[in-house]
């Protein structure tokens, strides 16, 4: 059954009721990187987001497909392959390489599609060409342009006259443009640099045009959802929509979606601030879940805030899940992972329905992440309390109260995996953990302290306590005995 869904469309700047073109279908495009730097930290936002968005999408019986380009061509990958002394393709190659392990290190599995420039430039020339014989675009020594004016609507994803918007940005000036808004959809080479042969001229393609063309290839004239950060609202995807409909006569997309930016303190990251971090670096020493957590803990549409603390907050927090996995590992005998996914598990108990229904219903909200995450925290709280009200831990034979404990379990596991985190024993930090030496030895760490406990001798218990979590490593009393955790 599908929920109702609402969506903020940066086009009509209110919530609309989500419709799609053809009913039960997405289709979703989603502006990629420009591939010269490692990855840092703010280009992962929108995969993260839209994955998400896709996860929730696809469980609410929607079959939906999502592109993310890749700008494989550009004045960027051309400065810095000069620097590096090695080839336009050959950094392309890296840098892509670079981000598809990020990609997958966070679990952003469900991109389709990552189409590439330099792969579509057929595609692109007749787009340009189209644009030309309808007198929307004009050549002009080597470049092709173009023109703003020609276009009555330019300027309505921003809700800005074009005269604002010239005023608002950096606008590049040169004498081939008649409008100083006039954009490059065709950009002539100049000496050594990478080129294809045109109609006007060897060159390359402008990047705005790249995307209106590989998302009109794989997704036709109009999509779905049109998703990118805040920051390529203005110039690209006002740029993106202008040609696009310009060159088709039909809307290009029902639905845009802009995510807010990651800062550091007041600043947005980019490699100008100088403030960015690499995600590689970062995943050596944090687990990827707890970065996908951080960004799905607030609005998609909001800024992000960003700093290592953040982080490790973030962390602390999700051990809250750990430990109940532990926890009903402990009471069922096996690991939480052999509880299955009842699709659309819906539960007979009333609570555990209604603290789903609460979970559906803030995604169905503009994709409120945020709020449904705290949802999810509310889940493990309630069912712990289950555990302690039904005494869970001291009788583990089979009962109805067990039952509902599983079912919330497997809701849990449901719903999670829409955001994609929170999966059991992925926050093992320590490989040793698993290790059957660190068990057999914490054993009999546990057994001399439960010794010198029951002969009173407890300065040497508390010695043994202090001296394990100098090392890290914390014991947990339970009702069954002793537990520890390597923290
Ligand atoms: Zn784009």
Redesign the pocket.
């Known amino acids: 059954m599908q929920n109702k869904i609402r969506v903020y469309n940066t086009l009509t700047r209110r919530k609309e009721d989500f419709e799609t073109a053809i009913p039960g279908k997405v289709t979703m495009y989603v502006?990629g990187p420009t591939v010269y730097k490692p990855s840092h930290v703010g280009h992962l936002v929108g995969p993260i987001i839209f994955d998400t968005i896709k996860r929730f999408l696809g469980h609410q019986g929607y079959q939906a497909t999502l592109i993310v380009?890749i700008t494989d061509i550009d004045d960027k990958l051309i400065v810095e392959a000069a620097k590096r002394k090695i080839t336009v393709k050959q950094l392309a190659d890296e840098i892509t390489g670079d981000y598809f392990q990020c990609l997958k290190a966070l679990g952003i599995e469900s991109i389709d599609r990552f189409p590439k420039a330099t792969e579509h430039i057929p595609e692109i020339l007749a787009m340009i060409s189209k644009l030309i014989s309808d007198s929307h675009a004009y050549a002009s020594a080597g470049d092709v342009y173009f023109d703003v004016s020609s276009d009555q609507d330019y300027g309505k994803l921003c809700n800005r006259d074009p005269e604002q918007l010239e005023a608002g940005a950096r606008i590049e000036l040169n004498d081939k443009k008649r409008n100083p808004g006039d954009f490059a959809l065709w950009k002539g080479a100049k000496p050594g640099e990478p080129f294809w042969e045109s109609s006007w001229g060897p060159g390359r393609p402008g990047w705005h045009i790249e995307?209106s063309a590989m998302s009109m290839r794989w997704l036709g004239e109009t999509i779905d959802i049109h998703g990118?950060g805040l920051d390529?609202q203005f110039p690209?995807h006002e740029n993106?929509l202008a040609q696009s409909e310009s060159f088709s006569g039909k809307p290009f997309a029902r639905f845009w979606l802009h995510n807010g930016l990651m800062k550091t303190g007041e600043k947005k990251m980019s490699k100008s601030e100088g403030n960015e971090i690499v995600v590689s670096e970062l995943l050596k020493k944090y687990p990827a879940e707890t970065l996908r957590a951080l960004i799905l803990s607030s609005h998609y549409r909001s800024p992000i805030e960003f700093s290592e603390n953040r982080l490790i907050e973030v962390g602390r927090s999700l051990e809250t899940f750990q430990r109940f996995y532990e926890r009903v590992g402990r009471i069922t005998n096996a690991p939480v992972t052999a509880i299955p996914i009842w699709n659309q598990g819906n539960s007979d108990n009333e609570e555990l329905a209604a603290i789903r229904t609460r979970f559906i219903e803030a995604m169905s909200d503009d994709f409120n992440t945020g709020s449904a995450l705290s949802v999810l925290f509310d889940l493990v709280t309630h069912l712990n309390r289950w555990i302690e009200t039904h005494k869970l831990e001291k009788d583990k034979s089979s009962t109805p109260q067990l039952n509902i404990l599983i079912d919330g379990v497997s809701i849990l596991r449901e719903l999670s995996g829409i955001l994609g985190i929170l999966s059991p024993n992925t926050q093992t930090k320590n490989p040793d953990e698993t290790n059957g030496l660190v068990e057999g030895l914490m054993g009999l760490v546990i057994e001399l302290r439960a010794l010198a406990r029951k002969e009173k001798n407890y300065p040497t218990a508390d010695l043994i306590r202090t001296r394990l979590t100098s090392l890290g490593i914390s014991l947990e009393d339970r009702p069954d005995g002793t537990g520890y955790r390597i923290e």
């Open positions: 502006c380009n995307c990118g390529l690209h993106e």
